[in-house]
């Protein structure tokens, strides 16, 4: 059974950074793309960034460009997020997807895997 379970969320203020993880059962990052949306109460869930399982695609959200980073380790099978200069609009439960096609990834579309979530709070 697939999981992936996220980790390293909590509470900072503002420009600080924290680094999310996400770890996946099996190799699943060699053959998924992975990537980590984000949901605040009321909205819907939205996307902040992908990676291609070959690594060489790559997608922000236009508000964490420059500020956030996505990567992925297969030798132990997780995903990251390094998030820096934090605001309080970054805010928000983030969850961990993983997908066999990068464009449907990056939709939310269905097919694919998500973790719990892990909430994130930057106060200013």
């Known amino acids: 059974q697939v999981r992936l379970v996220e980790s390293g969320g909590g509470m900072v203020q503002a420009g600080g950074s924290l680094r999310l993880s996400c770890a996946a059962s099996?190799?699943?990052?060699?053959?998924?793309?992975m990537g980590w949306f984000r949901q605040t109460p009321g909205k819907e869930r939205e996307f902040v960034a992908a990676?291609?399982?070959?690594?060489?695609?790559?997608s922000y959200e236009d508000s964490v460009k420059g500020r956030f980073t996505i990567s992925i380790d297969n030798a132990k099978n997780t995903g990251y997020l390094q998030m820096n200069s934090l605001k309080p609009e970054d805010t928000a439960v983030y969850y961990c997807?993983?997908?066999?096609?990068?464009?449907?990834?990056?939709?939310?579309?269905?097919?694919?895997?998500w973790g719990q979530g892990t909430q994130v709070t930057v106060s200013s």
């Open positions: 099996g190799r699943l990052f060699s053959s998924h793309s």
């Open positions: 997807a993983a997908h066999p096609f990068y464009e449907q990834l990056r939709r939310g579309a269905a097919g694919g895997y």
């Open positions: 990676i291609s399982w070959t690594g060489a695609s790559l």
